[in-house]
């Protein structure tokens, strides 16, 4: 069983959630706004459905509502920023709005952010930054429960850590690369369990560090009380790649890195390196704007291969899922929904 609901009436639904569980009128909207574009985008594993976390996580007191990104320093060009455990959607906004008025004054930002709740989909603050006509890279690490396993090992020992470039193309829509350093996001594997079914091989190592198709060893303790992990895309590149957002994600900007036993709350911790550059400042723009444009209509000549309906690149199915879900509504499998319905009901809300 599941439920179809219109983009616009779970907006509503979930800013009445955020409400009743300390948010002020303004977080609550912004934060739904981006749980439902997430669900929008075709990424439900940062939709919604983090919803009954986030209760947790507040209840907890691991998830501060209300707060506000605070400058640790400011020099121009670069920013420290400390996102005092905050709603990453609001403090990654605000963030952003602080790096590209930066980036358009110096024609570059390097930024930190450390401490914020869970940022979401990164893709959105790459295309806040596209929208400025602004390139932006992220480095973002996950404190919370490790559940990716390193080349070569048997258990977890960091988080999913995305890595995010955003590019902006003239006259068409912008490149947006956003992915998870595992072969599939954690939260894709919480929506296969709920949704009972199994997943593709070559994902996930059971609690053993044996190969499993089973979602639900990196969702519910194991007979044992462990969990299994996620697998790092790529073989040893996907995870040296990892590695390298837990240590300038992490490391880098002073939001630190995981190094401990896991210790059951619920709150997600992120932390990011941004980059963020001003073609126009850097004086190669008029080439930048040509040489994109040019490859990229290169690659969309190419032939399509037998199994493919079209030639894609990054951003493209993000965008096709909008205007899909936009028009037939966003569907959430029933024991997403009941979640949701019991978070609600811990915190006052009926729905």
């Known amino acids: 069983m599941s439920k179809t609901i219109p983009a616009a009436e779970l907006r509503v639904l979930v800013t009445g959630l955020l409400l009743a569980n300390g948010s002020l009128t303004t977080e609550a909207a912004i934060v739904a706004h ?5 669900n929008l985008s075709g990424h439900d594993s940062h939709g919604v459905g983090m919803l009954p976390r986030y209760v947790d996580a507040v209840l907890e007191g691991g998830l501060r509502p209300n707060s506000s990104v605070r400058t640790v320093l400011d020099t121009g060009t670069l920013l420290t920023l400390d996102g005092q455990h905050g709603y990453g959607q609001v403090i990654g906004e605000q963030a952003m ?15 930190t952010l450390s401490g914020a709740h869970h940022l979401g989909r990164i893709g959105h603050f790459s295309e806040m930054a596209v929208a400025q006509s602004l390139v932006a890279i992220h480095f973002v690490n996950v404190l919370s429960r490790p559940i990716v396993a390193p080349w070569g090992g048997g258990d977890g020992r960091f988080g999913t850590n995305p890595c995010c470039i955003g590019i902006p193309l003239k006259g068409q829509p912008p490149f947006i690369l956003d992915f998870a350093t595992s072969r599939v996001a954690q939260g894709k594997m919480r929506v296969a369990h709920n949704e009972g079914h199994a997943v593709a091989p070559g994902l996930l190592i059971d609690e053993n560090g044996k190969p499993t198709t089973d979602p639900g060893v990196v969702v519910v303790p194991q007979s044992n009380g462990l969990f299994g992990a996620l697998v790092a895309f790529g073989e040893h590149k996907g995870y ?26 619920a709150a997600v911790l992120n932390s990011m390196l941004t980059i963020l550059i001003d073609p126009a400042r850097l004086g190669t723009q008029v080439s930048f704007e ?8 290169w690659l969309r000549q190419s032939p399509v291969a037998s199994g493919f ?11 096709r899922a909008r205007s899909q879900r936009e028009v037939q509504g966003i569907i959430i499998d029933q024991t997403t929904w009941d979640a949701i319905v019991q978070a609600g009901a811990k915190v006052g809300f009926k729905i």
């Open 240 to 265: 040296g790649m990892a590695v390298a957002c837990e240590l300038l994600g992490g490391a880098l900007s002073g939001g630190g890195t995981w190094h401990q036993q896991a210790d059951g709350r």
């Open 290 to 297: 040509r040489e994109a444009t040019a490859f990229v209509q």
């Open 97 to 111: 709005a602080l790096g590209m008025q930066r980036a358009k004054t110096h024609g570059s930002c390097i930024m």
């Open 309 to 319: 309906d079209e030639l894609q690149i990054a951003g493209d199915p993000e965008r």
């Open 34 to 38: 981006n749980l439902v574009l997430a």
